[in-house]
């Protein structure tokens, strides 16, 4: 079954403590993989798009990465204003498969 | 700036009353789809228009009907809303050319059922 999974659920963080958010996905003929940053009440906002195994993108503070099998979106140094919840998506020219995302909260 | 737009913002209904949330786009992306999503869940894909044609998910009520009349507008027409339709429903555009999938969304409506 195409699925994807993000982890963890929530993740509270100290301003400047990096960590990583995980998104996982099992959907077949992938075409791209997206990161998305969704502040509450708001619609998605698109941050990256990656394409094949190996590829990396950067801004800001903010780095995604991609495997075979997962995507990893590295925070480093993370500020309050990154609080929000980040939602990723794989596209296999059927469908978009979205995450339940991971609400992330950091404190000043 | 190109962007997806959305009105109105805030949709208060009552229980049984139909409603139409509208979604436009300056991008000129051929497809357009329509989400529903509700607190803490990922985006429920509803239906999409890749240029005019009409793409319903297996899963989505009857309830739900959709209307493209140009490139730019799309509407989403909820018949007669139950309590249980009260959610979030984003509009997003893509422009499904080459490498460029990722889609774009509007600010979202918030629907409310009384």
């Known amino acids: 079954e195409d699925q994807v999974t993000q982890s963890p659920e929530a993740l509270r963080l100290q301003e400047g403590e990096s960590s990583s958010l995980n998104c996982s996905y099992t959907?077949?003929?992938?075409?791209?993989l997206f990161w998305y940053r969704q502040d509450p009440g708001k619609g998605p906002e698109f941050l990256f798009t990656?394409?094949?195994a190996g590829e990396e993108k950067e801004k800001e503070r903010l780095k995604a990465t991609l495997t075979k099998k997962e995507s990893f979106l590295h925070i480093t140094a993370p500020k309050p204003e990154d609080s929000a919840t980040y939602l990723c998506?794989?596209?296999?020219?059927?469908?978009?498969?979205f995450g339940s995302g991971t609400k992330l909260n950091v404190k000043p | 700036d190109a962007m997806v737009i959305q009105n109105p913002r805030y949709q208060v209904t009552q229980f049984g009353k139909p409603v139409t949330l509208s979604c436009s786009q300056t991008?000129?992306?051929?497809?357009m789809y329509w989400y529903q999503q509700k607190s803490s869940q990922a985006p429920k894909l509803l239906f999409h228009?890749?240029?005019?044609?009409?793409?319903n998910e297996a899963d989505t009520p009857d309830n739900f009907q959709s209307r493209r009349p140009n490139t730019s507008f799309c509407f989403l027409d909820i018949r007669s809303p139950g309590l249980g339709d009260a959610a979030m429903y984003l509009c997003?555009?893509?422009?499904?050319?080459?490498?460029?999938?990722?889609?774009?969304f509007g600010p979202g409506t918030r629907l409310t059922v009384t």
């Open positions: 997003a555009t893509s422009a499904m050319s080459g490498h460029g999938y990722e889609q774009y």
């Open positions: 959907v077949s003929g992938l075409r791209g």
């Open positions: 990656l394409y094949s």
């Open positions: 998506a794989a596209y296999n020219f059927n469908k978009f498969y």
């Open positions: 991008l000129n992306h051929n497809v």
């Open positions: 228009y890749y240029d005019k044609d009409f793409n």
